[in-house]
């Protein structure tokens, strides 16, 4: 048998647990072991869960940028095939996914107790900051007049919805059940609908904040039906909106920055008295939030995921 038999019949037996050495006795320097593998998906369920709750950051463009994208549809498309295939990853994953979340949202629920103006400035430039990426990856397959079309469209939809809400006088939102469960809606289509940020809109409506402090204290009134909606609408909507991005991913995306943008500006606050310290403190509050989100946003792992 030559030495180049002996290589091919290795590489064809799927149980091998060998690899290749190169000629100094040294591991390929692209082969991850198992363990590794392992480490590095908690690591980026950390970064995801943790990046999720900030306005501004959609849980599937960060998905996209860790190369988990592909791992989530799947698990949400075929949930037992995906599971049989890679179990304990997915609950790496969702522990690192966990901690990161609940982290974050404690950090915000104290940040929005002492400092509510100028949190909300933060994230405001947070959210702007992202645009520019989220413009970006809508153009990375071209862009037509349909695509513009499709973005402005978006917008004012979007716009007068949630014009409409704030403004009439008999809507009058108070955070319950059914709007816990209308957030958990908007974050599942976060997750499967890369670019939207569930958060902003959610803001826009005033219950971000009280949604946001429910996870942080553990209120399983706020929890239960968030998770419900978040895992119904992904589990129902993820083949549907794979083909729609699949097919028209130009114009899918320039909706989605319609709609961030629309939402985004539903949730400045104007309507406030500020001495020339706050508009100081905002400003820069926005140029921080801003820089920090088109660092981060620009931050790219190495990865084959496409949508």
Known sequence: MTDNEEIVNLTDDSDATEVKESG??????????????????????VAVGAGAILPGF??????????MYPMVMELFSHPFKALKRNL???????????????AVSNLIKVAYGSFETY?????????????????????????????????????VIMFISLLTVALLPNVNITPNLGWFLFSGVMWGLSIIIPGL???????????????NTGLATFDLSVIIPWVV??????????????KIFKKHYSEAFHAVV????????MIFPIFREYSALDVFISVTCVLVGFALAFLLSNFKVDSDAEL
Do not use: H, Q
């Open 197 to 211: 940020t569930s958060s902003s809109i959610m803001m826009s409506l005033g219950i971000y904040e009280p949604f």
């Open 24 to 45: 100094n006795g040294k591991k390929g320097s692209s082969e991850k072991s198992p363990a590794a593998k392992l480490v590095m998906d908690f690591i980026a369920g």
């Open 58 to 67: 959609s849980g599937g463009v960060l998905c996209v940028v860790l190369g």
């Open 88 to 102: 304990f990853g997915y609950i790496l994953i969702g522990i690192g996914w966990a901690i990161g979340f609940f």
């Open 119 to 155: 949190t909300i400035w933060t994230f405001i430039g947070m959210i702007f900051g992202n645009v520019p990426s989220l413009y970006k990856e809508a153009g990375k397959k071209g862009r037509s007049k349909s695509s513009f079309i499709s973005m402005g469209i978006a917008f």
């Open 258 to 265: 319609g709609i961030v943008l629309a939402s985004t500006l």
């Open 229 to 242: 909606g978040m895992i119904v609408t992904a589990a129902l909507l993820a083949r549907v909106i794979e």
